[in-house]
């Protein structure tokens, strides 16, 4: 049996079945199945991911109980079959069918039979399969052409134009560049990139901040310059967040919601380790992956505490420099990273996270000394998390006036859609 395909199989079940984060999934999967070209598991199973929908409504067409009665061992097999026959044009038909029969044989019992059939019969018919008629039902048509949930799609046609929010769909489906943030602690620009490009990696300027590096090459992980701590994965549209609250040298910044930690590293080294962050989360555990990750980059000044950023520390009232307020939210904007985003079922806790972000705000605001900035943000595409949250706050407290705001837009941009906005307590 192939590696490729087995290691694509089980990291696609796993986040089927238990709901696994796509990448913390794909990269266990990538470590323990040791498959022979990591590159084409890795386009395997995002293509399948972000594809899902529209490789259902093919399934729907093949099998006359439809995909949804099928078991997950079958659908993912046949998802995966159909993606590499219609949508890999390096694999050749033969190695798409006989390598899902090998599967079927390994995973399901007495299947090989009707996946071999089925693929053959799109084999057959795939240029005659037609999606949903875009003039009787536009919704239902954008949904299965770039597999969406609906309520994604209905809440940005409410916000932006037809025509930019199939852009926008479109966009999501992309690859992302990876993208790398210096270390300023430990090197300059061109020294981190001629060490890359000695390595074999191509390299160019970022777009939007000083210290972003496009990269191109495999392993970016795996090598002795990220080990030593000369860099960190993140999107630029992330690192803008840190650039925008403008740490300083000495200040004393808080974080409110700091796991991860990519954004509470980034501050760290704009500040070269001068002054202190107090980075906060509710989780603990998490607060272990930041204290982890500055060790590696000779991060020295973050405390870490675990907080619940709705409540208020009233003895931090009125002593930081700098607030950093990323906010917990729908993740729309993240989609080419984590396309199982795309399927998220809008309920109750949807409703209510423009609730937990006002609460979060208001709590973070109390930290801001006179003159102070707090910067609000999310990964979000969604003006009621983003624009309504930050005018809301803006019109209940007069004390805090607005510096600047953005939402960045993958389709525009080129990076993550990002939102944030800068704000400043008025000294009077």
């Known amino acids: 049996m192939d590696k490729n395909r087995k290691t694509a199989y089980n990291a696609l079940v796993d986040i089927e079945s238990k709901k696994s984060y796509s990448n913390l999934a794909l990269n266990h999967h990538i470590i323990v199945g040791k498959p022979s070209s990591p590159a084409f598991v890795r386009e395997l199973v995002y293509g399948v991911l972000e594809n899902k929908m529209l490789l259902d409504y093919i399934i ?21 079959g159909i993606y590499q026959l219609g949508y890999m044009n390096s694999v050749p038909e033969y190695a ?33 399969i037609k999606l949903p008629d875009r003039n009787e039902d536009e919704l239902r048509y954008l949904s299965v052409r770039y597999s969406y949930e609906p309520w994604i799609i209905s809440l940005w046609l409410e ?69 030593e701590g000369y860099y960190s994965i993140q999107d630029e549209a992330s690192m803008l967040t840190s650039e925008k609250l403008n740490p300083q040298k000495g200040d004393f910044v808080i974080d409110v919601c700091a796991a991860p930690g990519g954004k509470t590293l980034a501050i760290a080294e704009r500040m070269d380790n001068k002054g202190t962050i107090l980075a906060s989360d509710i989780y603990k555990r998490k607060l272990e ?26 003895e931090l009232i009125g002593k930081a420099d700098r607030v950093l307020c990323d906010v917990p939210c729908s993740g729309l904007g993240v989609v080419r990273r984590k396309p199982e985003i795309k399927y998220k079922r809008y309920t109750r806790e949807m409703e209510l996270l423009t609730v937990k972000q006002r609460s979060i705000l208001e709590a973070s605001s109390k930290y801001v000394k006179m003159g102070g900035t707090i910067v609000y943000s999310t990964c979000t595409i969604n003006k009621y998390e983003n624009d309504r949250v930050v005018n809301d706050f803006l019109a209940k407290y007069k004390e805090f006036e607005e510096i600047e705001r953005k939402q960045l837009f993958p389709n525009v941009d080129g990076t993550d859609g990002f939102f944030y906005c800068v704000m400043r307590r008025k000294t009077f």
Do not use: H
């Not at 899902?100 to 057959?124: D, E, H």
């Not at 060790?295 to 009233?314: F, H, M, Q, Y």
């Open 60 to 80: 729907d067409q093949l099998v006359p109980s439809g995909a949804a009665k099928l078991r997950i061992s079958e659908l993912t097999i046949l998802r995966m």
């Open 96 to 128: 798409a069918v006989n390598e899902s029969v090998n599967l079927a044989k390994r995973f399901t019992s007495g299947k090989k039979g009707f996946v071999n059939g089925v693929l053959r019969a799109y084999i057959r018919e795939k240029f005659t």
């Open 159 to 227: 916000q932006y134009d037809a025509e930019f929010v199939e852009e926008l769909l479109a966009a999501g489906n992309e690859t992302p560049e990876m993208v790398i943030r210096m270390n300023w602690l430990k090197t300059v620009k061109s020294d981190l990139m001629a060490r890359l490009e000695k390595k074999g990696y191509k390299v160019k300027n970022g777009r939007l901040c000083q210290n972003a590096i496009i990269v191109e090459g495999p392993e970016i992980l795996g090598n002795s310059i990220y080990e």
């Open 289 to 314: 992956l930041i204290d982890r990750e500055a060790k590696r980059l000779g991060v020295e000044n973050i405390t870490l505490r675990t907080w619940d950023a709705t409540r208020v520390d009233s």
